[in-house]
């Protein structure tokens, strides 16, 4: 357990806004516009984790035509997002640290309503909110949103304080900080490693919890691409097995889950393909479609949504899932596949259980149906 000194709510005078950079964005000339009432004095510790010359030239060129307090801080290699903002802690001189992400556009009294959240509300740390402009007729964009996938962006709904929040818009005293750094064992792009470092926080300050400011908001472009969007999705699954053994706490037993059940059932199809007959193992495709179909629909139905959108919502989560077997897989605890972490104050375990038991009695209708007819194909006379 880390030991923090205390501060005085008077005692922010200075911000300093730690941006991790690894491409060229238009959006930083925007970020370097902000400006504040309240504090002394801002400085912005750019962080550039990819060491090309030219991109290099172009942020200071950019630091420089904004004419504001730049720190920039060049990594060897390219760290990755957790590492990257660790150097911008150690660079940062100011009494509160705000954390931004590189392509977000920030309310221009951003800094301001993260201080006055704090005086308010006598916190160590601010959660701001970021708007994601999910467009209807982009049909994956959509589901994502539909799905809630980007709800830790939008906490002030359901919060007024929260234990953890993204780090594209969050804000903490840097003496509250102390020695606690982002763990490099998530993944490089990011995913887990924003919890794991809030959670650390919150337990050193007897568990008290961030304000959740709905006024200090920034504008984040909708992610794009199916690739992009499909590898955000595995790699948050991948950080959530490291998560729950990082804070077993937090970790709860999600049983039955679709790719869980799948597997048995799929093990269940090889036995009976070997003993009774080889035609059983159509069984396998037949059943993962069928229970695709149906779990799709559920997912249509949960998340008031159209047919389309319910069975892409079900693809994102089947992705999620493989990105948690992937990473537990790899380090051979077959027993964790059965694991979660409970991200949300009030969300509770027995809510998830009573959605993810409607989904393993559609999965059991769907094989059951589909061995029976098999079955009644392969001999009935």
């Known amino acids: 357990m880390y030991v ?64 504001q307090k730049t720190c920039t801080v060049v990594n ?4 990755g997002a957790p590492k990257s903002r660790n150097k911008g802690i150690e660079k940062a001189k100011g009494d509160l640290l705000l954390f931004l992400d590189d392509d977000v556009i920030p309310d221009k009294m951003l800094i301001d309503y993260h201080i006055e959240a704090l005086k308010e509300n006598e916190s160590f740390g601010v959660i701001g909110t970021t708007i994601m402009d999910f467009q209807k007729e982009k049909k994956l964009q959509y589901a994502v949103g539909k799905a809630g996938f980007e709800y830790s962006f939008r906490l002030y709904q359901d919060y007024k304080k929260h234990s953890w929040g993204p780090t594209c818009n969050i804000s903490f005293l840097k003496k509250k900080i102390g020695e606690i750094r982002f763990d490099d064992c998530y993944p490089k792009s990011g995913g887990g490693e924003d919890v794991d470092f809030c959670w650390d926080i919150v337990k050193a300050n007897n568990n008290q919890k961030m304000i959740v400011c709905e006024k200090a908001k920034v504008i984040h472009p909708p992610w794009e691409g199916i690739k992009s969007i499909y590898r955000r999705l595995k790699r948050w699954g991948y950080a959530d097995a490291i998560l729950f053994n990082r804070q077993p706490e937090r970790k709860y037993l999600d049983w039955p889950t679709y790719l869980g059940i799948n597997i048995l059932l799929t093990l269940a199809t090889i036995v009976l393909g070997a003993i009774m007959n080889p035609w059983f193992f159509i069984l396998i495709p037949l059943h993962l479609m069928i229970s695709y179909f149906l779990t799709g629909i559920y997912q249509m139905y949960y998340c008031k949504s159209n047919f389309l959108t319910g069975q892409i919502i079900q693809s994102l989560r089947i992705w999620h899932h493989i990105g948690r077997m992937q990473k537990t897989l790899s380090t051979f605890k077959i027993h964790q596949l059965l694991n979660r972490t409970q991200y949300f104050d009030d969300y509770t375990p027995k809510k998830i259980r009573k959605k993810t038991f409607i989904e393993f009695l559609l ?3 769907s094989f059951t149906t589909t061995l029976m007819v098999i079955y009644y194909l392969l001999y009935w006379k």
């Open 363 to 365: 999965i059991i209708i």
């Open 4 to 67: 923090l000194e205390g501060i005085e709510m008077n005692e922010i005078n200075s911000v300093s806004i730690i941006i991790p950079l690894s491409r060229p964005t238009a959006y930083l000339k925007e970020i370097l516009k902000l400006e504040s009432k309240l504090a002394n004095e801002i400085e912005f510790v750019l962080v550039i984790d990819n060491p090309k010359n030219d991109f290099i030239e172009w942020v200071k060129q950019v630091a420089i035509e904004s004419k």
């Open 76 to 79: 060897e290699e390219n760290l």
